[in-house]
């Protein structure tokens, strides 16, 4: 994931909040397990340009680095009376399950915490009007999760009271508790740990990252992207079948991605039947000249089919916003189906220009999110469980498990929350997507080139 | 992949080899393609102690760094006089055929060069008494190659004399090829580099790193490596029900690995089923007290049924090496297959126990070797296949494209064949086995403990 | 499939049409291949009770049979003279390539025919102002087929002249067409057939029946049915688990069958989820006191979660057809989407109601019908068209090769537009329906029933 | 499944056994479902010749039929106090779990039974030397099992004495005891319902016909062979790719079928690359002018690679059976692995012809048995199991249930175990995989013929 960098102005400090005492022996010590020091850590900047652009703007001479996780030889938590919490929170992603059954396992298991207990139905669960009861999770519960897509906890979108929220984690004895989800549920997970603070309780919460869009900052890549990719690119071979089946068949696939257009690019990549990528973070014109509209015509009448892959929002260039954004009571913008409107607007265009085009619409929007998690993200939900376990019997807090240049790291919640993560049009995730769709191709060329995308 | 290190002492000199002059203008400059200084470099090592103790043990205040690959505004090689040529070495990897359409298609749109072709059967269709003439590679011979497992231009294991094959690239007249295999494809590619610049000729030679094991050093992940996991997790599975499918039922699993066991581990992983996980590099003993046999039988006493992953190769220290290897005609060793052996052991054991087991083999090796790459293998060869033209059409040569710390980059041919990328027991990766194993587990739950593995 | 059958009125003359005369040895002769008689038959009604039903209807003691399907000792067309042509109507289906591919094999390899060619697009391509000219099949260009979805072909719906299509095909010197489409494409190849008889053309007209619903009369299962089901089962799966993914979570998948909701039911029974399943021919009332609404709030009250599978269109009692469906111009029926239909109705009556619920929608009908084969159909297409080929090679036309009772047989065109073949409630398959759904239990356990389903 | 017939001195009485009286009212009348008759009934044979031939052979002109399956106004035990017992025997069958979870869910739902348990590892869990307890089988502990390969239950080979059987049934109040196994458990079954029968016992013995090589007579398909054909012909696409990756490279794979080879056979027509099909029905000549090692060479001359696919045992003309079969100590037949016989002398022989070959063999069957089942299997499994649970509550017994000709039947176990169901090798589908692997080509095309079979 080489397409997005963390810009200087937006590192914040990257300490990681700890809760003292910490000198209880790990009983993992008379495994012979290998622990982690304290001061182990990882460099932000891999890349030599982007270290010495930090350097600079800081004027320091000292590389940034993460924290790297991992289980400690001290904690903080006596294992036998620390009862540990799980909540998820947001839209379904694969692997959810596998989360919460390896969160379950090792804390039990390995550390051999007293109870491990699920909140139902996200932050909702945790409220002091919650809908469903908490649930016992046990290793025989959990024992065969990862075998099911969604999350047995049920999951819910929206925020609660910080303060009553807290309540109800001192209400259920809650020592630890783990919060799954994306930069919302991150910054409300926030919330809870300054409350926490400014009640003086001994309470840690540890954000697991959870984003089918792999759009949080500082985590490389988060459960669940890479089987959203896998089942885009079923939906993609079915669009291009489609395309191919009829005289200018047209397949249009509308996937994931409000704010970064991981997904659709690395489909894109994963699948070579694309002609068209479009993303949040690159511009496109429609009409004209040049415009998308236009060049999709020349694509047809050269090959009598296309292919169009679609981010869940885009910044089109020469339609102004309101055509395709509404804003809601709250003055919040509120986003038509992107997928849809852009159905309508290559209709009318094909049909103004009397060319009768056949158009096949694909949302795999939910048989996506609620998929099982595949082999790579199944292992991933179970490493980044483990490590959210160690960080959390150790007594940090306010932090976020993640990965970065081969190693599972802390980041304080601050970094999570702060922007999204984007593709850089620049770098190479990008680019790869315009040679790959024949965006760019060499100048002899041009005339037969499969496709061109526009800014 | 945070499972491994570079050794200071095995980092050979990481300038890349170039043929020169370099002053032709890449012709994607005109379509506003973004290029890569020739400076740009990625940290070698982000881990801070492992950067701490390199630069003690070089005596040097300068950190390591690797070349950063992609498309630079000048290139060596003319594409109008310009003909490519592949070859496939060594044993199937999912992923083979699409770094050919990738390498043939960026060659021939983005670059025009002249002409692609395919040597047949590995380095023995690039020897004078090759058993089959090269075929053209063109984009439309190559369109649908993603869909196929296997290469289309089949593979041979063995070596052939330097001096033939380049007389044979001469008498092609090719200017760069590009070699898809292991550590004995760029040892032997690198050779040819070197036969080349003896002869002074103009011919790059770019390694495109093969490995299903996942064990070329300097190479973060090698493309085939993940649906190699995802088929394994299939494999596991199966053995897991047939396991439990019949009382006191092992299932026994043999995965690809004969020097590191990055395949067993991962898929361990994926796959909450396994019991037992044994690798090349964390040695086992089978017998006496505590020994993996006493173990299996507590677990099948408590749990009636068993899953047991092994490596291609076992370091057993209490069986003579004679007794699981033998030594063939040249006095190279020749190993047994370790899953019949490991089989027979168990058998024998509980037979001489009086232990009723149902004992069910299970080696998935060709099937897992000749899939269809996944979705992530999939677009990975593709960026590599890119980034390799890239590299090539520069003049770069003697060196492997391979990816590290988030970025695609250029490594020598002798960093590649530096010994073999082997799992560190006491990282990340091997840490997270011993605990979703539960070889690692509280005290108190020793005696429940799903399973035990020993060293 | 027994949960159908063929009503002795819609009955016709089961003789097959022939061209004469039929006087050339079969060139599979020399290889010992099993020649089929011609009277060799299969009987229509396996079932007792129907069979006594058509005999006393018709008053005879003949039961009717089916003329079996298989290669023939003497054919009528000369092999070296012969040029097939193949065309394929209406929407995607898996198995459509399969078919294509099989026809092309067989016709070539076996029968040794001069030429095969594909007309473009369906019937517009057998048209006078066709979009795309004819291409060639060979055994080359066919090997691959089977591993794509879609056609290669590609199809349109609609109908063309007979006229200009007999035409069209004398222009092109064919021999024999194979026309792979639904009752609609039957019924034009139907008119061909006739169309060519009043001329005295020597040309055969075979149906391939191609319905993703299976709703052909006289045809037991069509190609690409299973694979629907089976694509049909992994969107139930996701709807599943977002319903349980939410508080009052509500799956709705829509799937294919206009008339008959064979897929629907079948996806059901595959997947042991769903709680409502509807179809055309089962009608349902939405309001009142135990209807469809009601019962679905009964059972969110229970569980908090349920799944509804629909089939394309629904007979529903209690609402002016005006609501559901449209007519156009012409004043044929234009149907609405049902499933947004019903999405639209459930959500306004729990907003009415102030029961909160979480619905999410899907519609995966084009990654259904742009799937390739799964092994069952794509064996079965194989063997659809090598019959086909025998049966046009024998001279036969005005028919469509079919399945019946463990048999390949042929049925004459007017069988298979007779109706749609159609789920009858109170046989086998719906009543398993109504007891997986839990629509019928034990009255003891009414409470705790998972669901109900109403007419 | 028309490969196949029932030939007239094979069929027994096919009267169904049944307990008296019958006169319990079905809970389900009050539901409004449509019962079965029991004077319905479905012809043996729908094919006219074989009819006819049945008809000469008894001397009669009733067509012989079997009693159609369905749920009965009139049932035999009341469910309050009915308790049904299930076991699974034999080797791992996909669709094992749904078959025990759909038994469970319609009595316990359905018809209210008391209790269901289920004995464990086979008929050893029946004895009264069992290994395990039975475990109860209630709807939740049964509600996800069709996600699980393998059974729940575990099972067993062997047998047991139908006396002690008896006893235990007894012991445990058992009034329908479900087997679910092949033809050995039926013969089992079998003797179990003798003994209840002598004892004069109010107990139901009801098979659920188990067969992944699908050779159980008169079950015109059993449950699991469709996903065996999907995951064999998996195999297949590996061991194609295998042998197109090397020069004269042969992919060899041994599929399930001991006595019929239905799934090699299948898995054949399902894949296009097979060259070679080999299966017990067909006898096979290895060596001399025309057998099969001369036409694998040719085919290997022109093509440099070939696929072969085996069954489990062949009948080979010209090798004596004692080199590939061996006696154990009782005397009975033991086969050797034949895969690993036929891979040992493709290789003796290139030897000797100083031919280079790259064989490959691959074994799935552990993959293949322990795999859910796909959607048709658990759609067919859960419709068994649904009137298996009819056809005991009504008090039938000593009977299997099957389905036949469009509708789900009643057969005695005596018609199941009357010798094997095998390919009729002059019937339809040995004829198409003779095609489908170009063994059968028009004369003009004999010399590129892909491939040649050899009886």
Same mark, same amino acid.
């Given at each position: 994931m080489e397409a997005y960098q963390i810009s200087p102005e937006n590192l914040p400090d990257l300490t990681i909040q700890r809760l003292t005492p910490c000198d209880i022996t790990n009983p993992l010590k008379k495994t012979g397990i290998r622990f982690i020091n304290d001061d182990a850590s990882v460099a932000v900047y891999a890349n030599s340009a982007q270290l010495?652009?930090? #350097?600079?703007?800081?004027?320091?001479?000292? &590389?940034?680095?993460?924290?790297?996780?991992?289980?400690?030889?001290k904690i903080h938590f006596d294992p036998d009376k620390t009862t540990a919490a799980i909540v998820t929170c947001g839209g379904l992603c694969p692997g959810l399950n596998d989360v919460i059954r390896s969160l379950t396992l090792t804390a039990v298991w390995q550390y051999g915490v007293k109870k491990v207990i699920g909140f139902r139905y996200g932050y909702?669960? #945790?409220?002091?009007?919650?809908?469903?009861? &908490?649930i016992d999770l046990t290793p025989e519960t959990v024992e065969d999760l990862h075998t099911v897509g969604g999350t047995i906890l049920g999951s819910s979108r929206g925020h609660q009271?910080?303060?009553d929220m807290v309540d109800q984690l001192v209400a259920n004895d809650i020592n630890i508790l783990f919060t799954i989800g994306g930069d919302g549920t991150i910054r409300g997970a926030s919330k809870i740990a300054q409350e926490i603070d400014r009640r003086n309780l001994d309470i840690?919460?540890?954000?697991?990252?959870?984003?089918?869009?792999?759009?949080?900052?500082?985590?490389?890549r988060s459960f669940g992207f890479l089987t959203a990719v896998e089942q885009a690119r079923e939906a993609i071979v079915g669009a291009h079948n489609e395309a191919k089946g009829a005289y200018n068949g047209i397949g249009l696939v509308k996937l994931m991605g409000r704010d970064s257009g991981f997904?659709?690019?690395?489909?894109?990549l994963a699948n070579s039947d694309v002609n068209f990528c479009m993303i949040p973070e690159v511009p496109v014109r429609l009409n004209g000249d040049g415009g998308f509209l236009e060049t999709l015509k020349t694509r047809l009448h050269q090959k009598h089919h296309a292919v169009i892959v679609l981010a869940e929002r885009l910044e089109i260039t020469d339609i102004p916003k309101q055509e395709h954004t509404e804003t809601d009571a709250s003055g919040n913008i509120k986003y038509p189906d992107i997928g849809l409107y852009m159905k309508k607007r290559i209709e009318e265009y094909f049909t103004e220009k009397n060319v009768p085009i056949s158009l096949k619409y694909i949302d795999p929007s939910y048989i996506i999110r609620s998929h099982t998690a595949n082999s790579e993200d199944s292992?991933?939900?179970?490493?980044?469980?483990?490590?959210?376990?160690?960080a959390a019997m150790s007594g940090r807090t306010n932090m976020v498990i993640s990965n970065w240049n081969q190693h599972f790291t802390h980041i304080p919640m601050a970094l999570a929350t702060t922007g999204r993560k984007t593709i850089n049009p620049n770098a190479d995730l990008w680019q790869s997507v315009l040679i790959a769709t024949g965006s760019v191709v060499a100048p002899k060329h041009q005339e037969q080139a499969r496709l061109h995308l526009l800014s």
């Open positions: 010495q652009n930090y #350097l600079k703007f800081k004027n320091t001479d000292q &590389p940034p680095t993460f924290e790297m996780a991992g289980p400690r030889e909702a669960g #945790l409220s002091s009007n919650s809908l469903a009861a &908490p009271d910080p303060a840690s919460v540890i954000g697991v990252p959870k984003t089918i869009d792999n759009d949080i900052t500082g985590v490389e997904i659709a690019a690395e489909a894109t292992a991933f939900c179970l490493k980044l469980a483990q490590h959210a376990v160690h």
